[in-house]
């Protein structure tokens, strides 16, 4: 009878502890979300084009503008220039580029 009436007083400081644990750690967890979601809110500011993309007639208006940009521009006279391969040096391959169009000029 002993032994079980030791078991029982222990188990009581266990049971304590744990009570502690959880509702400690529920308000902690509390203020851990906050904090993401305090984070989420900052992070929905979005730029313009990701907002058109999202709300369709803001998108409208924007591709509108665009297409004024491009209408502004002379396509007629476009030169298609290479870009680097990934095994090339890129600043080797943009000063043979300038100097091809320095010959060329």
Known sequence: IC??????????????????????????????????YDAQKIKKRLDPSLAAKLNPQKQAVILEEEYEKLKEKNLDEWKNIRGPRPWEDSREYQEQQRQKLSKGS
């Open 3 to 36: 032994f079980f009436k030791g078991l029982h007083q222990n188990s009581d400081r266990r049971f304590v502890g744990l009570q502690l644990l959880v509702v400690g750690g529920s308000f902690g967890l509390r203020e851990f979300s906050q904090i993401r």
